[in-house]
C-alpha cells in the first residue's frame, strides 16, 4: 500500500535558540519523524522557519511560503508539525492560519495533538481556544518578563545590552560592494551584497547569511 506523503514545519522563536547545539529544532524533527513512521507516512520534504515569531503570519515567514509552494505543485497534502504552538503561538494566527490551509485541502496535524483542528465539536473547539488563548498568553508574559529585566539593567547598570552591533569589518566590506561598478554606474544588488558577504566568511551571530534588509542597514544606516 502506498504510504501517505507529508512536509514537516518546523519553527524557532529565538535567534538564541537557533544553532547545532541547541535542542530545539532536533527535537521538533525527532517528534514529527517518529509520528510519521508510526502511522505510515513519507516525510518527503521539511521546512525550517529559524528565529521567526509564531505571532507572523503564515504567509510572511519564508519557511512557510516556500512549504505552500511545494505543495501546490505535489502530491503531499499533509503538514506534520511538533504542536499547534509551533504552527502558530497567537491565537488569531493560528484559527486563520488553519483556515487558509484547509481551503487549499492541506491537512495540518500537530504530532502531540493529531486531532487538534479537525474535531468540531463545540468541547474541541472551545479547547482549541482557550489553548491558543493560553499560549499567546504565555508569549507576552515572557515579553514582558524580558522588557522588565532590560528596565532592571539599565536602571542597575546605566545600559541595556541589545542586540550585538555589525563588527565593523563586515560593514566596511558590505560598502565596498555596494559601490557603483565603474564602468556600469550599477550597484550589486543587496541580495547579492548578503552572498558575498556569506562567501568570504562573514556571516550573523546567528551563523547565518545576513538578509537583504540587515545589509541595506550597513551600507545606507
Do not use: W
Not at 517518529?34 to 507516512?41: C, D, L, N, Q
Not at 481551503?103 to 486531532?115: C, M, N, S
Not at 546605566?158 to 566590506?173: A, H, L, N, S, Y
Not at 550597484?187 to 538578509?211: C, D, F, N
Amino acid at each position: 500500500m502506498q504510504k501517505s506523503t507529508a512536509a514537516a514545519y518546523y519553527r524557532t522563536s529565538s535567534a538564541s535558540n537557533v544553532g547545532a547545539d541547541k535542542d530545539s529544532l532536533k527535537r521538533q524533527q525527532e517528534a514529527v519523524t517518529a509520528y510519521a513512521k508510526s502511522h505510515g507516512i513519507l516525510i518527503v520534504q521539511e521546512y525550517y522557519d529559524a528565529a521567526v515569531s509564531g505571532a507572523d503570519p503564515i504567509n510572511e515567514r519564508p519557511g512557510f511560503s516556500d512549504m505552500l509552494s511545494y505543495l501546490h505543485g505535489n502530491g503531499a497534502r499533509i503538514i506534520l508539525v511538533e504542536s499547534a504552538s509551533r504552527f502558530a503561538r497567537d491565537l488569531a494566527v493560528q484559527i486563520t492560519g488553519h483556515e487558509l490551509l484547509k481551503r487549499k485541502g492541506i491537512e495540518l496535524v500537530p504530532v502531540d495533538a493529531p486531532d487538534h483542528f479537525t474535531n468540531e465539536t463545540p468541547t474541541a473547539i472551545m479547547v482549541r481556544q482557550i489553548l491558543g488563548a493560553v499560549s499567546q498568553f504565555e508569549k507576552a508574559s515572557l515579553v514582558e518578563k524580558l522588557r522588565k529585566a532590560r528596565e532592571r539593567k539599565r536602571i542597575e547598570t546605566g545600559r541595556c545590552e541589545g542586540r550585538k552591533p555589525v563588527p565593523d569589518v563586515v560593514v566596511k566590506e558590505a560598502k565596498r560592494l555596494y559601490r557603483k561598478n565603474p564602468r556600469t554606474g550599477k550597484r550589486r544588488s543587496l541580495r547579492t551584497i548578503a552572498k558575498e558577504l556569506a562567501e568570504l566568511g562573514h556571516l550573523s551571530v546567528s551563523g547565518k547569511p545576513y538578509g537583504a534588509e540587515s545589509v541595506k542597514q550597513m551600507v545606507v544606516g
